[in-house]
């Protein structure tokens, strides 16, 4: 039921607490327990008594929580902590935002309210920037939280200008805390009753009141990081660059509520998590190349913000000259940064005191300023200098301002404390000049040289820190790559986050199905998503083969904890971590493997968990079978003999991928990120709007998916990195050959089929019976014997699931071993000398290493003593 504006605790939410008797309502009285009883009115008690006993002695509000003592009750004051709750112990969200992002929430109605309590934390190196602001689609109305110079600015307008309202002299401002853009969390508070404001930060408080009679507030949408709604503004904030956390406007934490999916109603392409942000790189690519923008505005104050990356110990990154003498250089100095300027007192320097060189490959952060008292701050990174000037105060700059470099005649006539004699080479992003976020490409007004967009840097090695969040760091010639497939995140280095999908309340769900006829069948698998969840029990992930088979393999949480369950042929396989919580709404980042019955889980950091279920073959039987085999044709049996009698391995014909478990009864909310199965990014899939992906139910895609398509390096190296098995062409049984070729891949199925140990990838074969045998005629030429098939191919692998087929196959196998050793016997007798090979590399694992993906190199084959017979058996191969 909405309540008008007046009743300021119906907008903050602040419900009575305590004791109510002989309520009277227009003279009757009413029966305030008989009513309560009727509606089964929740938090109500037929009783009323008042306890002695102090609710916060036990100090029950955690991670710095201040405890209020309340009726029967403790109140917990989570504002400043970084945590949310009822005692303070749910981390708050945290957004990134480089300039680009921003997070809108577009409430469903119009919001009046006379009433407003609002809380927020904030962390960025920039002096401007808008935190949060209330926005009108028919008004000028806004509560705006921003920073101005390093300060944190109040601003709350209350339009007068519709039919009916009352006179006000226009926007209230109010300004609190000093030098803000220190890379430090901050805590920002804001209270409105009324006309009266209170502006805190840090504890802080700064009080204001609002003049006029009009005090109502209208709202549409709770903006933050940028400010959409500008119809009504004359002036917009500069877009924010840092992190926010805990929003909480009137009692609602929208941040975290739009993570977790309980509404609908929000927008936004900010990231969660704290990120590092490096927002609109360049790359000036030689010491010849800048650009010219327009004149740096400095005359009474200024702040300037940019983050640099270089291998060069020097160069010129900035350079404005000014009438007179005035001038201002931002140089790179042996490993160093120099700050040198000229107000008209004759030039200054300043050195930045890094503790080592800063033209380490590694991006760093700069920040100069000077405020109108005339004190100049360097700070590098966390590193700060300071200076104070006398004498003249302003900064008379002109001409244009130079990034990157000068012409060359122009670098003799510098002024005698500017060492640079050549540009810079690196590259530059988050340019700030005095809250202006200038496009270095677009908005140059003239562009020397090789300035490209993006940053690429120089060639490197693979080190320990070279890939984040545990990705592979692959060499290459020109450099290395980063293999991100199994931390859930994606680009170069496996920092930026992978596709997202916020799952609501009700359930959702995202099917991949493969064609009928791209069925995979794997002997390995490989699984890896990252997820953040309040939910105690859900389904993440399950893979499904084909109707009427059984095989699965199930990713769920149970009691909080991760579990995977599969079953790929007999018995059920479980295997969990049960030291990490994963229901407490931070990431988390799963990675399952599994090679036949074995599997390994690592959640997180953890410790990998590995499971190892006991075989079902019997060592007697095979014993006694192995010494009726001829010794020629031992090795080739006894890997077929173990391979018959171990626990059944293949996930046979996969067909479908389900994320969200809504089709299971126990549907997942929150947001699910990165996920890889086996070459398959579904979610980006499910971004691009892929054939074979189908999406229902309450999702919402967070900012926007990569692409699927991979660039030729990264299809390659991954190609290189999950393809374990090698195309079998030929398939021998007894005398007669028969060979096949695996069909050409295209571009999908090379970025997609790159599975560690594909098997199938067809539907056609029979389901119920596991031998080897020939699943398709012949349609093409043979494999050589000494050539590799092309990737994406796939071997046919059956196997029999009955234990008296694996009996009569053992004693078949050992008479027909018996009858071709005495018929190999008697044309040795009556042959001219000859050999024959027999290329068991080609169809079976000979060791443990190759089963795993490792690379087994073949032995070449004995060279035949007559040739002629040696070309009659050249593709003759004996096979159990």
């Known amino acids: ?72 009750r403790f109140v917990c004051d989570c504002v400043g902590t970084g945590f949310l709750g009822r005692v303070c112990e749910r981390e708050a969200t945290v957004l990134s935002y480089d300039g680009s992002m921003y997070m809108k929430i577009m409430l469903p109605n119009a919001m009046h309210t006379e009433a407003e309590d609002v809380s927020l934390r904030f962390m960025s190196q920039r002096a401007y920037g808008l935190m949060m602001a209330t926005t009108s689609r028919e008004s000028a109305d806004t509560l705006r939280l921003e920073l101005d110079g390093g300060q944190m600015k109040l601003t709350v307008n209350l339009d007068c200008l519709r039919v009916g309202c009352a006179p006000s002299k226009g926007p209230e401002t109010l300004f609190a805390g000093h030098k803000l853009n220190d890379n430090e969390w901050h805590t920002v508070r804001v209270v409105r009753r009324g006309k009266n404001l209170q502006l805190s930060v840090d504890n802080v408080t700064v009080e204001g009141q609002m003049a006029g009679a009009h005090t109502r507030l209208e709202f549409y949408n709770i903006e933050t990081g940028i400010m959409t709604e500008r119809r009504f503004i004359s002036v917009v904030p500069s877009n924010f660059i840092g992190h926010l956390s805990g929003l909480v406007f009137n009692g609602q934490p929208y941040m975290d509520q739009c993570k977790d999916g309980d509404i609908t109603y929000c927008e936004l392409n900010a990231r969660f998590g704290l990120r590092a942000i490096v927002a609109d790189p360049v790359t000036f690519k030689s010491r010849s190349s800048y650009l010219a923008l327009a004149t740096l505005q400095a005359y009474a104050s200024m702040h300037l913000f940019f983050q640099f990356k270089t291998t060069a110990p020097d160069g010129l990154l900035l350079f404005n000259s000014g009438n007179g003498n005035d001038f201002i250089v931002i140089e790179l100095v042996k490993g160093y940064i120099h700050y040198v300027f000229d107000l008209g007192n004759g030039p200054s320097l300043m050195k930045g005191n890094s503790d080592k060189p800063v033209n380490d490959n590694q991006w760093h952060n700069v920040v100069v300023s000077r405020d109108p008292g005339n004190v100049h701050t360097l700070k590098i990174d966390s590193r700060t200098v300071t200076q104070h000037s006398n004498g003249a105060r302003n900064l008379d700059l002109k001409g244009e301002l130079y990034i990157g470099g000068l012409s060359k005649n122009m670098f003799s006539s510098l002024p005698k404390l500017v060492a640079s004699r050549d540009g810079f080479q690196g590259c530059l992003a988050s340019v700030d000049l005095n809250g202006r976020l200038p496009d270095l490409i677009a908005d140059a007004l003239h562009r020397i040289g090789q300035v490209e967009r993006g940053c690429d840097g120089p060639s490197t090695t693979c080190t320990e820190e070279s890939c984040a969040n545990q990705g592979v760091c692959l060499q290459q010639w020109d450099g290395f790559t980063c293999d991100c497939t ?41 699984l890896a998503v990252g997820f953040s969840t309040h939910q105690r029990s859900a389904v993440l992930v399950r893979v499904d083969s084909a109707s009427g088979l059984g095989d699965y393999l199930q990713l769920h949480i149970d009691q909080g904890t991760v579990g995977v369950i599969f079953n790929v042929g007999t018995d059920d396989i479980t295997i969990d971590e049960p030291n990490a919580i994963v229901s407490d709404g931070k990431y988390h980042v799963v990675r399952f493997t599994r090679s036949g019955g ?283």
Not at 38 to 56: D, I
Not at 621 to 645: C, N, S
Not at 821 to 836: P, V
Request: proline share 7%.
């Open 598 to 880: 074995n599997a390994t889980l690592q959640v997180d950091s953890w410790p990998v968990n590995e499971r190892y279920p006991a075989g079902n073959f019997d060592n007697e039987r095979l014993a006694i079978a192995r010494q009726r085999i001829p010794y020629r044709l031992g090795r080739v049996v006894d890997e077929w003999l173990l391979d018959k009698g171990r626990q059944l391995t293949i996930f046979n014909s996969q067909a479908a991928i389900k994320i969200g478990g809504r089709d299971q009864g126990r549907p997942f909310q929150g947001q699910v990120s990165g996920l890889y199965y086996n070459g398959l990014k579904v979610l980006a899939l499910a971004a691009e709007s892929d054939p074979n992906v189908r999406t229902e139910g309450h999702l919402r895609l967070v900012g926007e998916g990569p692409s699927v398509l991979l660039s030729a390096e990264t299809t390659a190296t991954t190609l290189l990195a999950d393809m374990a098995t090698t195309i079998m062409e030929t398939t021998t049984t007894m005398a007669t050959t028969t060979t096949r070729r695996g069909r050409s891949p295209t571009l999908r199925d090379s970025t997609t089929q790159n599975t560690d140990d594909l098997l199938v990838a067809s539907a056609e074969c029979p389901s119920d019976d596991e031998d080897l045998e020939e699943c398709e005629p012949s349609t093409a030429n043979p494999t050589g014997p000494g050539e590799r098939g092309p990737p994406g191919a796939v071997e046919v692998i059956r196997e029999s699931s009955s234990t008296t087929g694996m009996v009569v196959g053992i004693v078949a196998a050992a008479a027909l071993c018996i009858l071709i050793l005495l018929y190999a016997m008697y044309k040795y007798r009556n042959r001219d000398e000859g050999s024959y090979q027999v290329d068991q590399s080609r169809n079976y694992i000979s060791n443990s290493a190759q089963s795993n993906g490792a690379v087994v190199k073949e032995k070449a084959p004995a060279a035949p003593k007559t040739p002629s017979k040696a070309k009659k058996n050249k593709d003759k191969e004996y096979y159990v």
């Open 486 to 526: 199994m931390t859930s995140y994606g680009g170069p280095v496996c920092n930026d986050p992978g596709t997202t999908y916020i799952f609501g309340k009700g359930g959702a769900l995202i099917t991949y199905t493969w064609p009928p006829n791209d069925r995979p069948s794997t002997r390995m698998d490989r």
């Open 1 to 72: 039921m909405p309540l008008p504006p007046e009743v300021w605790t119906a907008a903050l939410r602040a419900g009575y607490v305590g004791c109510v008797r002989d309520l009277f309502i227009d003279g009757r009285s009413r029966d305030l327990r008989g009513l309560a009883e009727a509606q089964g009115a929740v938090g109500v008690a037929p009783f009323c008594s008042r306890e002695t006993l102090k609710q916060c002695a036990s100090a029950p509000c955690r991670n710095g929580g201040v405890c209020r003592e309340g009726w029967n």
